[in-house]
Nanobody, 123 residues
C-alpha cells in the first residue's frame, strides 16, 4: 500500500491548512489511519488518529484546533488544521494500518507511511 500526502505549505500564525493522504494499491481494508509530525531535533509524535469506525484521538497540543476525518470509500484521511501556531511547524506524516494482497494473492498486514509533507507556520 502506498500513501501519498499533500497539502503542506507556508502559512502565517492563525491561518489554516488542510492535509490529505490517499492510500493506493491492492487494498483489502484500511483500519486505523493517523497523522504524525516531526519537528527539527524532535521525535516523531502522534497528532491525530481515526479508527475505521470514526473514533478519533488527538494530541493535547492540537485539541480544539485540528480535526481528523476520513473517506473510507476513497481510502483517504484528512487533517484540517486551524489556528496554526509556529510550534506546529514540522513535517507531517500520514500512516495507515492496512490489509492488502501481494502479487501471489496472499494477505499482507502492514503499517504504511506516507512521504511527509512540510508545514511551516510563520509568526
Amino acid at each position: 500500500v502506498q500513501l501519498q500526502a499533500s497539502g503542506g505549505g507556508l502559512v502565517q500564525a492563525g491561518g489554516s491548512l488542510r492535509l490529505s493522504c490517499a492510500a493506493s494499491g491492492s487494498i483489502i481494508r484500511i483500519n486505523d489511519m493517523g497523522w504524525y509530525r516531526q519537528a527539527p531535533g524532535k521525535q516523531r509524535e502522534l497528532v491525530a488518529a481515526i479508527t475505521r469506525g470514526g473514533s478519533t484521538n488527538y494530541a493535547d497540543s492540537v485539541k480544539g484546533r485540528f480535526t481528523i476525518s476520513r473517506d473510507s470509500a476513497k481510502n483517504t484521511v484528512y487533517l484540517q488544521m486551524n489556528s496554526l501556531k509556529p510550534e506546529d511547524t514540522a513535517v507531517y506524516y500520514c500512516n495507515a494500518d492496512s490489509l492488502s494482497s501481494d502479487p501471489g494473492g496472499e494477505m499482507v498486514a502492514a503499517m504504511d507511511w506516507g512521504q511527509g509533507t512540510l508545514v511551516t507556520v510563520s509568526s
